[in-house]
């Protein structure tokens, strides 16, 4: 029998404080007050439980912000970050890592794949003024042509 709570089948196999842990916003510690609330035994299997056990987790878990509900949460929150000009609310609108993490060698994962700069040839270097020992044999080698 599959076991629904707050939108979310359950994976029946698995122990009920691990199996629990498949729905958004509740963690280890969530549900081990939850458990003891509902005075349900954490080491049994999902599918062993009864249909009272499952109505007591129900109710107990309807308390919480979970899924949808704290997803939109966490989303407002950002949303005001952003609104109020807050450092975090740039980050998260740049797309960069919020707490204080380097950008310089890490962060791939916000900001996406390398993009490798290729190396530049003295010739193209001379357009952007970098070398004038290269601009200057350019410029012997066009008086030599003319």
Known sequence: ???????????????????????YGIGRKNIQRILEETKVDPNKRIEDLTSE?????????????TEGELRSIVKENIKQLGTTGSYRGIRHAQGLPV?????????????????????????DLSRFGVDRRVKEKEEKAEKEKE
């Open 99 to 123: 707490r204080g993490q380097r950008t310089r060698s890490n962060a791939r994962t916000k900001r996406g794949k390398r993009k490798t700069i290729g190396a530049m040839r003295k010739k």
């Open 53 to 65: 056990e499952v109505t007591r987790l129900q109710k107990a878990i309807d308390k919480l912000p």
């Open 1 to 23: 029998m599959a076991v629904r709570i707050a939108g979310v089948d359950l994976p029946v196999e698995k122990k009920v404080d691990i199996g629990l842990t498949v729905i």
